[in-house]
């Protein structure tokens, strides 16, 4: 036993002195601190609230003073003048930078405004979304007038329905914890997606590293393959783990301060102020079983080959698996009661994702959330059982890889020793 711990935590201090893993787990925090600030960053080079010069062309004579009374009131930074020189004129003004640009004001068919708007180039679609905006309210302001309607009149007209949400279900979740849960649920199924690939792949590539180093032969000689698997899923598990506790640790100090911000902006999508206890808890279920699944796949089909540039072409069908469960899931945060979800959930290779989806966003009987949890246990047992005589065959197996056929060889050779 103490063979199989020193194998651990070589396999473990190895992979954590790596330049890529270090500069990788610095990088993904680096990345995570800089969009939970990107409002922070944006406004440093953002120079959207400079007053922009414009001269207005009216060609209706009459929309102007609507037009400049209902800019003044929307606050947009917009500053509009008119002039005598000729729209030729103005528009080398414009090319010259000395303007902004040109509004022409003009009627419609219906003798409703519209405008053009003539700026050096067309990249800030900002301004013409804000001469829009104002444009809009000039044009209900007009026609409220044809019509003869009073201004609260119209207001009345286009005030928003209230459609008001009533689950009838016990303990149904609220509307707020639907979409706190949703926006968790999001966020952590991209960590379990992205950390099974990522984690899953480095445990075939070290396996597959060792072999064409010569060093398995060593290593059989004084530890037994089936040591060696559980060795390194279990030091690379310890990795992922270490991991992901820094990149939460600065996730969590990045967002603390703008989680009011963030959930205001999300329309309460991000504010997990009333997500359960227990959410968080699966999710470390779902995730260590997902790996541990996972990695034991990928342990054994990186024995099968003796290069690792055919380390990518053995895992790829893993790989597709991953996708597929990660697309099931993206479509259940629409409608997570789906007939299709609740079936896929029991799969083992889409447990993980799809039935943290199901825990996270809906109210569960236990039984199904602990029926799913045996299901990935047995599937464990068993993918490890089997994968522990591919790998134990595996490990002597070189030359090039014939895929799936190297299986057969596999299983010989471990009855053999």
Known sequence: MNKFWIMVAHTYLNKLKTKSFIITTLLTALILYGLSNIT?????????????????????????????????????????KTSDKGEEELENSVLAGELDGIIVLSNDANQLPQATVKTSSITDS????????VLQQTKLEIGREKLGL????????????????VALEDNAKTEEELNQARGLVYVLLFVIYF???????MIATEVATEKSSRVMEILISSVSPVKQMFAKLIGIGLLSLTQMLVILIVGYASIQAKINDLSLMTGGMFGFSDIPTSTFIYAGIYFLLGYFLFATLAAFLGSLVSRIEDVQQLISPMIFIIVGAFMIAMFGLTNPEAPFITVTSYIPFFTPMIMFLRVGMLN????????????????????????????????????KSSSFKDLKRALMLSKDK
């Open 364 to 399: 569960i009987p236990f039984w199904e959330i602990a029926l799913s949890i045996a299901i990935l246990l047995g599937s464990i047992i068993i993918l490890a059982v089997f994968g522990a005589r591919v790998y134990k065959g595996g490990v002597l197996i070189y030359g």
């Open 126 to 133: 900002q301004v013409f979304t804000q001469v829009e905006q």
């Open 40 to 80: 922070t960053i944006i406004d440093m080079f953002d120079n959207s609230d400079q007053t922009k010069e414009f001269v207005v062309i009216d060609e209706s004579e009459g929309y102007y003073d609507k037009f400049e009374a209902n800019l003044a009131v929307s606050g947009i930074p917009l500053s509009i």
């Open 150 to 165: 009073q201004t609260n009149e119209l207001d009345q007209l286009f005030t928003p329905v209230t459609v008001e949400k």
């Open 195 to 201: 950390s099974v690939i990522f984690y899953a792949s």
